[in-house]
Every structure is written in structure tokens, then in C-alpha cells.
């Protein structure tokens, strides 16, 4: 298998954590992608993900997976370990609720704001910028964090008691938002301490 990425980068990060949990970072191979070269926009991976977006991963049969939701279900389905997106009917549905409201409400909403208010990727990739809907999303991923702190009140995790794929989007969200000045308000203890408590992970730590 292999996993197109840049190491680092929000989203790639969200797959090779998901691995490291699964502890199955050995069981692939990172091939980088010159995305701040345009790589990504190229026919060539193009080819891969029409997209434009990396991570892709690579099945030895040829198949690409794109979206890292996608590629954590066939990483946690592939490999054993404790489940990232659940087990129960129940269970997958919350998972994957909450998992889609830190990508929307958080991981998202910061990088369209990086996208569009700030220098971005610079000039030679963002081509398109507006700044007003750039800072309408700042505004988004505050409310998300503070609905977060919330849920975080009650529950040790984002879609209750276990470590999921809907905490690694969380995680994520605010790794990019420490990159771009959007970093967690002093009055969400709840999620700050969740961050700490994540941050020890051994997924995350190394
Ligand atoms: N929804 C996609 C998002 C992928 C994405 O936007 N990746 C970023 C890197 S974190 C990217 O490739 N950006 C290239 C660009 O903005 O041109 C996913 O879940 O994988």
C-alpha cells in the first residue's frame, strides 16, 4: 500500500495517525507530494485524485481511496486493533456524525479560513482568495470549538468513551488551527484538557 501525503500537513496527518493507532505505519509507504510545487495539480495525480487533495492511498490492487474518512475506514477495517469507526450500528453512527462536525464545524472551517484570510499555500496556489468568507469561517470554527468544549464536558471523548476517528479529525483541526493563529480560547478547559489528555497519545506523541 502506498499513501500519497505531505508529512505534516493537516489532512495527512488524519491518515497517519489513524496507521499509527492500528500501529500499521510500517505496513505502508509514503510517497511524498510536492504540493507546494503544484504536484498535486498535475495530471499525474490527477490521475489519482481529481480532486486535487492529498492524502491518497494506494490499494496493491491499483485502486486510490481519497478522503481521509474513506482511507480510515479501510485502514481500521484492513487492520486489527481497537475500532477508529466503530463496531455497532449505533456506534458507527455516532462516530461518523461526530466525525463529520469536526471536519465541517472545525478542521474545515480553518482551513478555509487559511485558504481565503490568509497568505495561505501563497500566491501561486491560491489563485482564488476571499477574505470576508475566509473570516466568516474563523467565526465557524470558534463556535465549533466551544460546541466541542461542551460535548467534552460530559464525555471523555468526541463520540463518547473511546478514542475514535472523530477525535483524530478534532485533533487535527486544532494542529491546523495552531499553525494559523486559531488556537483554543482560555475558557474551553474541557477541550483544552482533552487536548492535553490526546496529546500523550503514543499515536500522536511520536
Ligand atoms: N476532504 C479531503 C481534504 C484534502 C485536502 O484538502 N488536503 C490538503 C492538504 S491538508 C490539500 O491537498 N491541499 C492542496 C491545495 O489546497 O491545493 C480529505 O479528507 O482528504
Redesign the pocket.
Known amino acids: 500500500m502506498i499513501v500519497y501525503d505531505v508529512e505534516n500537513?493537516?489532512?495527512?496527518l488524519r491518515v497517519r495517525i489513524a496507521l499509527a493507532e492500528k500501529n500499521a505505519l510500517d505496513a505502508v509507504t509514503f510517497q511524498p507530494v510536492d504540493?507546494m510545487n503544484g504536484e498535486?495539480r498535475r495530471e499525474a495525480f490527477l490521475n489519482k485524485n481529481p480532486f486535487?487533495?492529498?492524502?491518497v492511498l494506494e490499494l496493491d490492487d491499483g485502486t486510490y481511496i481519497?478522503?481521509?474518512?474513506a482511507i480510515t475506514e479501510y485502514i481500521d477495517h484492513h487492520f486489527a486493533g481497537p475500532s477508529l469507526t466503530g463496531e455497532t450500528a449505533k456506534e458507527r453512527a455516532v462516530i461518523s456524525m461526530m466525525q463529520r462536525r469536526a471536519e465541517t464545524q472545525v478542521l474545515d472551517a480553518i482551513?478555509t479560513y487559511f485558504?481565503h484570510a490568509t497568505d495561505g499555500?501563497g500566491p501561486a496556489?491560491e489563485t482564488y482568495q476571499n477574505i470576508d468568507w475566509g473570516q466568516k469561517q474563523h467565526t465557524r470554527a470558534l463556535a465549533g470549538l466551544a460546541y466541542f468544549d461542551n460535548i467534552l464536558a460530559e464525555q471523555p471523548y468526541v463520540a463518547g468513551e473511546a478514542f475514535t476517528m472523530a477525535d483524530i479529525t478534532l485533533w487535527c483541526g486544532l494542529v491546523f488551527g495552531g499553525f494559523c493563529n486559531v488556537s483554543i480560547p482560555g475558557d474551553l478547559t474541557h477541550l483544552q484538557a482533552w487536548y492535553e489528555r490526546v496529546a500523550k497519545r503514543p499515536s500522536i506523541a511520536a
Do not use: I, K, R, S
Not at 500537513?9 to 495527512?12: A, D, E, I, R, S
Not at 486535487?52 to 492524502?55: D, E, I, K, L, S
Open positions: 500537513f493537516p489532512n495527512p504540493v498535486h486535487a487533495g492529498v492524502p481519497a478522503e481521509c474518512t482551513a485558504h499555500l496556489l
